[in-house]
């Protein structure tokens, strides 16, 4: 959401080449997840010839190659931040769509009374994107809880990043044991369903104002 926003707020501003810059920053968004998946290991690779042991290894920050994706804590950092990156252009698309729509005259008002460009941003610009900010974050805290394909194809699960859907396809598809994946799916379906609630009073009351 925070590199959203800002990615937002920069693309807002009039300058040369804002179209195309747009669509390259749309690109983890719409580039099939198993491309970019498998480029993401590609360059996290244990072996010296992964990219970023290469590189590392060439500056002489490491002398011996890292399996970083298969380091526990550090993996899940990782699948953390290849969720930010691949999702951002989303809530970038949400933000500037209600940036555009914000009446100008707020900011003439603000200008009149001496406001900077911090004051105008936090009196102006986030309060009329309260309502988009918080269906963004509901949203995207859903999908990310219920999340599969990435974290599967980046670590298949394991040194920490067993998250609750992993979990219902181990226990159902390698293990088979089918009562507890269907448990596991229950239990993951009741605490979306309190998501989805709050994510459509959240919407209503937006709808109203």
């Known amino acids: 959401m925070v590199i959203g926003l800002v990615a937002a707020l920069l ?3 009039p300058f040369r080449a804002r179209g195309v810059t747009r669509a390259i920053f749309l690109f983890p968004y719409v580039a099939p997840i198993v491309s970019v998946a498998f480029v993401w290991k590609w360059i996290l690779d244990p072996r010296p010839s992964g990219v970023i042991n290469d590189i590392l290894m060439g500056l002489g920050v ?3 190659p890292k399996a970083y994706l ?3 804590g550090l993996a899940l950092l990782l699948v953390i931040v290849f969720e930010a990156w691949r999702y951002f252009p989303f809530a970038m698309l949400m933000i500037l769509a209600r940036l555009q729509a914000i009446d100008r005259t707020l900011y003439e008002a603000a200008d ?20 988009v900010l918080g269906a963004i974050f509901l949203l ?21 990043t067993n998250v609750l859907p992993v979990l219902t396809y181990q226990f159902s598809f390698k293990s088979f044991d089918f009562g507890k994946g ?9 605490i ?3 998501f989805l609630v709050v994510y459509a009073s959240t919407i209503m009351k937006g709808a109203e104002e």
């Open 11 to 13: 693309l807002n501003r």
């Open 62 to 64: 490491i002398e011996l």
């Open 70 to 72: 298969a380091t526990r």
């Open 112 to 131: 009149v009374d001496g406001a900077n460009t911090w004051q105008k941003f936090q009196h102006v610009t986030l309060p009329e994107l309260r309502y």
């Open 140 to 160: 995207r805290l859903i999908w990310t809880f219920n999340k599969f394909d990435d974290i599967f194809l980046l670590t298949g699960g394991g040194f920490g």
């Open 182 to 190: 269907a448990a596991n799916a229950m239990i993951l379906l009741l």
């Open 192 to 194: 979306l369903v309190v």
